[in-house]
């Protein structure tokens, strides 16, 4: 039964359900043009996303992120068809754990903030002004939700006006219990390498979820034994793009940069990203080179290191 990860309109995170597979494609394979016989009522199709050592596996597909061991190894990109046999299995209502929230496309209790918000009468609220859009005041904002965030102090990020309606609508022990939980997902720790910051970010009035991963080499471990880089990677998917992964690698006077698509992008958008981030860095004066990798899997590591429960958990 594997577990499911929430989408906007499909099932609750940690949902079970009783999944078969009817068949398999290996990656880059085209589905077949003459296929004998049709799909199968309440079928649907998953692909391989990510992979960990214990032999999990997590599929993207119409339902969310599934995630279950196969009886042998899936590699990244393979198709899958699969068959709902049974209902779903909803869990147990509770306060959001620190996997769960990763889990999420977007933070659920602030969207429930913010319907209630637009139809509120209690003075004026800050909400939907603190959460970081895509203007010029982005990193500002964002820099600013990280810091209340490390803080673990709601009230900073939302400001005092935001109060009374967090009061009224009766979410503010659960908006403070689980901007707790994502603090737990910032602090540094021996068994977790990569810091995770989970960012709300509203973009033509569609609240989602941009994932930041932070690694500093503090023992000069890795990127080369330099101790005083930083490596980070960003997530986040764009409407009409589809899901990026942005990779950094910053060190004195250097940052290299790639930025990882599931699809192709327009050879002109390409260009622009490229004349961007040269003026950037010549501006500031550094060096570093741009790497675009297209239709290929993301960087994996970052996501199983980050979560609090092990490696076996992918976000």
Known sequence: ???????????????????????????????????????????????????????????????????????????????????????????????????????????????????IEKGSSVGQSTVSDAIPKPNTALTASAMFFMSALRMGDLRQWLGPNAMPLLEQSGLLGQMADEFASMQL?????????????????????????????????????????????????????????????????????QFDLIIRTERNIPESMRNGIQDVFTDTITALGLTGFLTFKMAEPFLSQPRQSASPHGPEILI
């Open 1 to 115: 039964s594997p577990s499911i990860a929430a989408q906007r309109t499909g099932p609750p995170i940690g949902s079970r359900a009783p999944i078969r597979i009817l068949s398999a494609r290996p990656p880059g394979a085209a589905s077949p043009a003459n296929a004998s016989t049709p799909p199968q009522t309440g079928s649907f199709e998953g692909v391989v996303t990510s992979t960990a050592r214990n032999g999990q596996v997590t599929l993207r597909s119409p339902l969310g992120e599934l995630t279950f061991t196969p009886d042998r190894p899936m590699p990244l990109g393979a198709s899958l068809m699969l068959q709902l046999e049974g209902d779903i299995q909803f869990p147990n209502a509770g306060a959001a754990s620190p996997q769960s929230l990763a889990f999420a496309p977007y933070w659920t209790t602030l969207q429930s903030l913010l319907t």
């Open 185 to 253: 997902l910032t602090l540094d720790s021996n068994a977790n390498e990569w810091r995770l910051f989970l960012i709300p970010f509203l973009t033509d009035g569609l609240l989602q979820q941009l994932k930041l991963y932070i690694h500093d080499n503090k023992e000069g471990d890795d990127e080369n034994s330099d101790p005083s880089a930083q490596h980070f990677v960003i997530e986040v998917e764009f409407k009409q793009l589809g899901p990026f992964q942005f990779e950094g690698l910053t060190r004195p006077q």
